[in-house]
Every structure is written in structure tokens, then in C-alpha cells.
């Protein structure tokens, strides 16, 4: 149950069954059922440049079974000019794809979800070597434009989420084809359908995407917004949200030592390719990059954020609108300081133990030797759905975890903190005690209507640690009307 308690005199408050009515009904209304099922995941890939991509698509094997996987598209190796020759690299992928297979008998030990190899082969396809505009238009479609297409032509609700690790040409070329072929009504059902996310624009397609179908859903990570219209602005690259991966906060996080005992060695064949040097500088430790990794870390379903509301953050980042549809990098203030790459590395312990104990499932097959994420319950709500409540000024508001439980039987420590960046309320609620099961505030006077967002935190006390998160958003109407 919902518990919201008024601390308005009883000539103003609503009465109690009313009010525990109305909000019942308003997060029915607003968690759609979809946020339970499996994300539909596109990616394309320069795989075959820097090593940072097959850093990402062997952690993508270990959370595998969060996604249904429909795509693995191998695009124009590198970005332009780092390479001696215009090549794809579908080899590199089922290299992967086939070490993840030899693992996937103890994976599915730990989580059932885990698709086989076989499926992930079929989606494996090849791009145009050529990722120039010239190489855009009739007489070039591919194997990878073909099966965009497909995928979101099949009879599915859910939307198709695609990230883009490198070149934008697969996914321009499927738009024009669709372009040329339908109607204007048809074009628009087939965009109303994709959500992008992209790793900056390594190429002329991505802003020729942003040009030609300015309705399209695209979050950009770039520090350099207007790069999308053609005219590039001094902006320091490094600043980009999705660098947070590897730069900022805890970088041992990111070192050789930290790869190797928790990835490359004894954990299997799939952690046995991890490259262990990657090309860009400045890195503190030119080992773990994965520059890519928050494209689809910002589709994943696990309770803290929500890929069609980019403003609110996450693993994946944080993001200001820009215009229509189109969204790029926002900043979060963390540990004194103001930074884009904050919004991602203020979750890196949490997601660097997290892909530790997945690559720990790839090499053990016994699950009482592993450690497993706890299940967490908001207001008795078991989904991973984002809790959202109507409120009043003054409102006694009561947050509460209880049924929440680790498969392991580990004990489970609880914190919930005010994330105030996506909500942009003007004073902060005071949460008191923010260490217990059940958290219970008064909601701050405003004048106009403002959204709290309370992120719970439930840490288990297994080896590595892992975390598992729920977010309640708490929209409270202005004294004005």
C-alpha cells in the first residue's frame, strides 16, 4: 500500500481514503507495464578501431539477459581516418558472441534469462566500410540497414532502443530507404518506434539523421551540442557525459590491477578477451575505457532510471533537452564540483562490482558461490517501475522497503537519498534518518509545482557488494493555482 499522510488541518485535507485513492490511481496510470518487460537493443558498432568496443560487447554479454538482443551490427571499423583501410569487423563480434556461448552453461545457472549463442550469431551483420554521406542513398543499402528495418517492422510494442558506439551510416541509410519506400504517415509510425542513443557523432551520418528527421527520439553524448547542425564549437571532447565512464570519481576503478583480477583472469573465455590496453588518451590508466557501454547502460531496466524521461539519469547519464526530441549531456553536481561525466562515474562502484560478480557467474557454476543482486520492494511495489505520487505542500510523505530480500540471504543496508538535478525543485526536503527500511519526510512549501526525486539504494553484504535501486518521484502542486 501507498502511505501519504496529510499534515494539512482537517478543513483543508481530502480525506484519507480519497487521497490513498488518487495516488493509486495516478502511478497505475503512469508506470506502463512495458518498463517490466525485456528492453528491445540495436547496437551498432565500429568494432575493429580502438579496442574500447570489444570492452563493451563483452560486458554486454555478461548482462545479456536484461535485453532482447536483436541487433549487433559491426559498422565502418574506427572512426574516420584512424585506420589504413575502410573494413568491418563482424569477426570481432562472433569472436565474442562464441567465448559468451562456452559461459552461458554457468549464466544460466545464476540468471535463466540469458539468450543462447546461436540466437546472438543470427544477429551479427555487417555495414558499409564507406561511412561517408556519399556512401548514403540508392545502391547502398546493407545487410545491416536491411535488418534495422526488420526489427522494427516486426509486430512488437515496445520500442526499438539503438546505440550507437560508432558511425550513424547503418541506421541513416535504413531511414532513407524507409523515406523513399513509404508515405509520410508510414515514415512517421516507423520513427515514432526508435529510441537512439549515440556516443557523440564520429561521422557526417549522425547529423544527417538530426537534419532529415528532426522528430526522431535522440539522445546525443556529446559536450559539443551543436556539432548536431554542423558547426563544431572548441568544446573539450573529454568533458562528454559518456567519458565518465572511465574518467572522474573512483578511477581504480579503471585500472589494469582491477581488469585483471575481476575480468581478464580466471573468468572464463569470455573474460579472457577482454583487451586489456586501449588507445585513448588522456585514460589514468589506459586499460578499461568502454567508452560505449553508457549507450546501453541507458536503456537498461533496473529500477533507477527511465530511457523515455533522459532528464532524470542514471547509469547511463543525464540530459537536457535541446529541442523537440533531441537531448545532450547535463550535469550533475557531485562531491563539489559541477560535471557531465558525473552523472555516469557517481554509479561506477556500483556498476563495476555489478559486472565483477556477472563475470564471477561466467566462470562458476555453482550459484551459493556467487553473489546475486537483492530484490528490492517500493510501497509494495515489486516491479522495476519508478513510483510516482501526487502531493501537497506540507504532505507527511512515507517511502518503505519493506518485502525487500536477497536471493543469497545476505543482510541488506539501505540508503535513500534526494537526487535534486532531475526534478529542479528550489529547496531540498529534509529526509531525516535516510539509513532505515522506511523513510518518512514533510514535503517542502512551494509556490509552484515541483518534482522530488528520492533514489533508494539497497547494498547486500555479499562478495562484491551489489546494488539494486528504486526511484520514487514525488510531484507536488504549487500553493498557487
Not at 561521422?203 to 537534419?211: A, F, K, S
Not at 575505457?289 to 549507450?295: H, V
Not at 553473489?371 to 510523505?397: E, F, M, Y
Request: glycine share 8%.
Amino acid at each position: 500500500m501507498f502511505h501519504y499522510e496529510s499534515a494539512q488541518p482537517p478543513a483543508v485535507a481530502m480525506p484519507q481514503t480519497m487521497r490513498l485513492l488518487s495516488l493509486l490511481i495516478f502511478v497505475s496510470a503512469i508506470a506502463p507495464a512495458a518498463q517490466d518487460q525485456k528492453p528491445r537493443l540495436i547496437v551498432l558498432t565500429d568494432i575493429g578501431g580502438d579496442p574500447d568496443d570489444q570492452q563493451s560487447m563483452i560486458r554486454l554479454m555478461a548482462w545479456s539477459n536484461e535485453f532482447d538482443i536483436e541487433a549487433l551490427i559491426a559498422s565502418a571499423s574506427g572512426t574516420p581516418g584512424e585506420l589504413r583501410e575502410n573494413v568491418v569487423r563482424p569477426d570481432l563480434i562472433r569472436e565474442i558472441v562464441q567465448a559468451y556461448g562456452k559461459c552461458r552453461p554457468n549464466f544460466v545457472r545464476h540468471s535463466p534469462g540469458y539468450p543462447t549463442a546461436e540466437r546472438l550469431l543470427e544477429a551479427v551483420k555487417s555495414g558499409d566500410p564507406d561511412r561517408s554521406l556519399r556512401a548514403l542513398g540508392e545502391g547502398h543499402d546493407t545487410e545491416g540497414s536491411r535488418w534495422i528495418i526488420s526489427v522494427v517492422d516486426r509486430p512488437d510494442p515496445r520500442p526499438v532502443n539503438v546505440a550507437i558506439w560508432g558511425g550513424a551510416h547503418e541506421l541513416a541509410q535504413a531511414l532513407w530507404r524507409v523515406r523513399a519506400d513509404r508515405s509520410p504517415a508510414d515514415v512517421a509510425r516507423f520513427l515514432s518506434r526508435l529510441r537512439i542513443h549515440s556516443i557523440d557523432h564520429q561521422d557526417e551520418t549522425g547529423p544527417w539523421i538530426l537534419r532529415n528527421f528532426p522528430s526522431l527520439f535522440f539522445v546525443l553524448s556529446t559536450s559539443n551540442p551543436d556539432k548536431s547542425l554542423g558547426v563544431p564549437l572548441p568544446r573539450d571532447k573529454r568533458l562528454s557525459v559518456y567519458r565518465g565512464m572511465y574518467l572522474g570519481g573512483d578511477e581504480s576503478l579503471t585500472s589494469r590491477e582491477w581488469i585483471d583480477t575481476h575480468v581478464r583472469f580466471g573468468h572464463g573465455p569470455l573474460g579472457a578477451l577482454y583487451p586489456a590496453k586501449t588507445w585513448t588518451a588522456p585514460n589514468p590508466h589506459s586499460a578499461l575505457k568502454e567508452g560505449d557501454t553508457p549507450s546501453w547502460f541507458y536503456f537498461l531496466a533496473h529500477g533507477l532510471s527511465d530511457p523515455e524521461r533522459p532528464e532524470w539519469g542514471g547509469w547511463g547519464g543525464r540530459f537536457k533537452r535541446a529541442r523537440d526530441n533531441y537531448f545532450n549531456d547535463a550535469e550533475d553536481f557531485v562531491d563539489g564540483a559541477r560535471d557531465a561525466r558525473a552523472t555516469v562515474w557517481r554509479w561506477r562502484p556500483a556498476f563495476q562490482n555489478e559486472f565483477a560478480a556477472r563475470m564471477d557467474w561466467c566462470a562458476t557454476p555453482d550459484p551459493r558461490k556467487a553473489n546475486h543482486k537483492p530484490a528490492v520492494t517500493l510501497n509494495g511495489d515489486k516491479s522495476l517501475r519508478i513510483v510516482q505520487l501526487d502531493a501537497r505542500p506540507r504532505d507527511r510523505i512515507r517511502l518503505s522497503a519493506a518485502g525487500s530480500s536477497d536471493p543469497d540471504g545476505d543482510a541488506l543496508n539501505y540508503r535513500w537519498f534526494y537526487y535534486p538535478e532531475p526534478g529542479g525543485a528550489s529547496e531540498a526536503p529534509d529526509l531525516g534518518d535516510t539509513t532505515k527500511a522506511e523513510l518518512t519526510f514533510v514535503a517542502p512549501p512551494t509556490q509552484a509545482t515541483a518534482e522530488y526525486h528520492i533514489v533508494l539504494e539497497v547494498k547486500d553484504g555479499g562478495s562484491p557488494p551489489l546494488t539494486s535501486y528504486r526511484r520514487a518521484v514525488i510531484r507536488v502542486a504549487g500553493s498557487k493555482r
